[in-house]
């Protein structure tokens, strides 16, 4: 069973006028009172896990790989906030450094101090384990089928004189359906992999990385392959 | 017989285009063989956006003749002075690197000092250069994190008029990829009323650490392997398995 991260797991966002640079990616924020303390500590002992939006984590992923629009980020920033105090942060640094703080007023309660702990490094591996691109299950090859209809919706359009002088050619058109939509499945399928590493190199060092809109398209890209 | 289709033609790479990105990636896991994690106790986090221009600035001006117009104490002034000595290393760090963008030639005269955020254009162009480096960033941010911590308690001191508390990061350890593990405590930590809780804090905080570090290095390799590396194809694996990127792993903590 999982549960949504949304709103316990947000990303500081800044809107930034004018253009080339959309949005600024801040840090990560965790937002927490008590009862949601409590609830997340259940749901990770019984071993459930948050589900991220596709909007979130294409965020997330540009969060960590650039740096106002290069690449690579010099640090993360996760901060913890309970009960409207920031009680927590942590920052890695992609030098290696990382920095815990704590606030003192949190030391005369090592238990809840435990527990902030122990969901925020939870919460950092839940959105570690979203940065890998996975393999959708309807990625890519879920255009054979559409394109495969397309194509012989078109030609029964175009040769509709002679399906009907020809009856017998309309056994044809589930064959060839399926012919289609099964090779163009494949041929999808093995040009995935290729077109994503093509995409990615675009995306970190190519032509999409000139420009921060070009950069989203090939990351949102990336995201659905 | 299974034949796969034919690749997609990749336009041809640049390879000036490149050269940045192998550069950076050769820092990052450089950086990967030592782990620094450091444990700091402080008044209040305020969350505020790190913001470069302006934390290299707060930085920058404190001089010593900044500092001592402030009349801080011996302590404050040496805390924030040690912390604008600190940049000034990091920065000297990179004109003596002579890969770097910033290398300062060996018989170009003595090393500069930081640029002046408010100087002519070379140092402001020097600032930038140093803004989109990322080491430099990395320290500049920690250290921006340590003047907020001291502005805290320079506020308390000044308040309470009690002795400047030692000590903001309480801990700190270093782990290499060679298996050397180095722990550091600040003598404050020992007749620190909470100094249980601030230790096994700082142990927590070496386990997470450690398995984050860990899962940030994968997702880089990763990111290496799906840029260079070819998908295998089903009908022509070989009885021999490929060799793969090695794994950066750290020793843990006893």
Redesign the interface.
């Known amino acids: 069973m999982t549960v949504s991260a949304h709103p316990y797991i947000q990303l500081?966002q800044?809107q930034l006028t004018p253009p080339p640079q959309s949005t600024l990616c801040?840090?990560v924020?965790f937002v927490l009172d008590h009862d949601d303390l409590l609830q997340l500590l259940a749901l990770k002992n019984k071993g459930q896990t948050l589900t991220f939006t596709d909007e979130f984590n294409l965020a997330w992923r540009k969060y960590?790989l650039f740096?106002e629009g290069?690449?690579?980020?010099?640090?993360?920033?996760f901060?913890l906030?309970y009960e409207g105090i920031?009680?927590?942060?942590t920052?890695?640094?992609?030098?290696?450094?990382?920095?815990?703080?704590?606030?003192?007023d949190l030391?005369?309660s090592?238990s809840l101090?435990?527990q902030l702990?122990e969901i925020q490094?939870w919460f950092?591996?839940q959105l570690?384990?979203q940065?890998?691109?996975r393999q959708r299950k309807y990625g890519f090859s879920c255009l054979a089928w559409p394109l495969a209809i397309a194509f012989v919706l078109i030609s029964v359009i175009l040769g509709w004189s002679t399906l009907m002088m020809q009856p017998l050619l309309w056994i044809l058109v589930p064959i060839v359906l399926g012919l289609l939509g099964w090779g163009l499945q494949?041929?999808l399928r093995?040009?995935r992999?290729?077109?994503?590493?093509?995409l990615?190199?675009q995306v970190?060092?190519?032509r999409f990385?000139q420009c921060d809109r070009l950069r989203n398209w090939g990351l949102r890209w990336l995201h659905y392959l | 017989m299974n034949r796969s289709a034919p690749e997609a033609k990749s336009p041809q790479l640049q390879p000036a285009a490149m050269d940045p990105f192998i550069q950076a990636l050769n820092q990052v896991f450089l950086d990967a063989s030592t782990l620094e994690v450091s444990t700091m106790v402080v008044d209040a986090i305020d969350g505020q956006r790190f913001i470069p221009q302006e934390v290299y600035q707060d930085l920058y001006y404190l001089r010593e003749d900044t500092l001592s117009q402030q009349h801080y104490s011996p302590d404050l002034q040496a805390a924030y002075g040690n912390l604008r000595s600190q940049l000034a290393r990091q920065y000297h760090t990179l004109l003596r690197e002579p890969t770097h963008p910033l290398y300062h030639g060996e018989n170009s005269g003595p090393l500069p000092p930081l640029p002046n955020p408010t100087g002519d254009a070379q140092d402001q162009r020097q600032i930038q250069n140093l803004l989109g480096d990322r080491q430099f960033l990395c320290c500049l941010r920690k250290l921006g994190e340590l003047k907020i911590a001291l502005d805290q308690r320079k506020r308390q001191h000044q308040q309470a008029k009690q002795p400047l508390p030692e000590g903001i990061i309480y801990a700190k350890t270093i782990l290499q990829l060679d298996g050397t593990i180095a722990n550091t405590y600040t003598e404050a930590l020992m007749s620190h009323p909470h100094c249980t809780t601030i230790l096994q804090a700082h142990q927590h905080n070496i386990q997470t650490s450690e398995q984050q570090w860990q899962g940030l290095l994968r997702f880089f390799i990763s990111l290496i392997q799906g840029t260079f590396k070819r998908q295998p194809k089903p009908s022509s694996q070989t009885s021999k398995a490929r060799p793969s990127l090695p794994r950066a792993s750290l020793v843990k903590p006893q």
């Open positions: 500081d800044e801040h840090g924020l960590v740096r290069d690449w690579p980020q010099a640090s993360l920033s901060l906030r920031n009680v927590l942060k920052q890695i640094g992609l030098d290696g450094g990382v920095l815990h703080q704590v606030v003192a030391l005369p090592p101090y435990q702990a490094g950092i591996g570690l384990t940065l890998p691109w494949t041929l093995q040009w992999y290729p077109l994503k590493r093509w990615l190199s970190l060092y190519g990385a």
